[in-house]
């Protein structure tokens, strides 16, 4: 089973700010088969980015994904305030999927 | 409109069963393998279960291995989860989540039904 360890547990940052989101994996991801997903209180996840770099329909250029391997990056731009949420990354390249624990983007 | 929507959640004392189901539509339920993915109070996203679009390939979390079935009718497009021999640390939503196959994400998910395991 890949591990997916996400760091910051916790990220405190105001509007306008540039966030950077890491996802660790215990063994490569193959073929960076790596997704993000956001979470707002009481939703449903919604995917944001597959592939470790591209953006899913209708997420906007300020989401950006980087890596490969087993370090990946999701980074919010500017944030604004609706992007105040839980990040999740996720692997798919083995039959046994597996998410990270989260980052938490909070209002700084 | 595309859109899941999963019932058949409850509270149960530990030891019992459970099925859920997730309804589809707006998309071709037949075409997409379908998992389901949980959600502990307070915690974070653990994958459960997947079942390819024609049901012929199945996987399961060790966490759930042996007690939970996943099964699909393409006829009604409609995912199932059979829950046995439940514990308390199962008690958590529990989402359904639609990839266009295995190796891709998942890019439809629903609202989640709420499962309690206690006495």
């Known amino acids: 089973e890949i591990v997916l360890t996400q760091s910051p547990g916790t990220l405190s940052l105001s509007p306008g700010e540039r966030a950077s989101l890491s996802c660790r994996a215990s063994q490569s991801v193959s073929s960076s088969y790596l997704a993000w997903y956001q979470q707002k209180p009481g939703q449903a996840p919604r995917l944001l980015i597959s592939?470790?770099?591209s953006r899913a329909t209708g997420i906007p250029d300020r989401f950006s994904g980087s890596g490969s391997g087993t370090d990946f990056t999701l980074t919010i731009s500017r944030l604004e305030p609706e992007d105040f949420a839980v990040y999740y990354c996720q692997q798919y390249g083995s039959s046994l999927l597996t998410f990270g624990g989260g980052t938490k983007v909070e209002i700084k | 409109e595309v859109q899941l929507v999963e019932s058949g959640g409850g509270l149960v004392q530990p030891g019992g069963s459970l099925r859920l189901s997730c309804a589809a539509s707006?998309?071709?339920?037949?075409?997409?393998?379908m998992s389901w993915v949980r959600q502990a109070p307070g915690k974070g996203l653990e994958w459960v279960s997947a079942?390819?679009?024609?049901?012929?390939?199945?996987y399961y979390a060790d966490s759930v291995k042996g007690r939970f079935t996943i099964s699909r009718d393409n006829s009604k497009n409609t995912l199932y989860l059979q829950m046995n021999s439940l514990r308390a640390e199962d008690t958590a939503v529990y989402y359904c989540a639609a990839a266009r196959g295995f190796l891709r994400s998942f890019d439809i998910w629903g609202q989640g039904t709420v499962v309690t395991v206690s006495s």
């Open positions: 592939g470790a770099s």
């Open positions: 079942i390819s679009g024609s049901g012929d390939s199945i």
């Open positions: 707006g998309f071709p339920f037949s075409g997409h393998v």
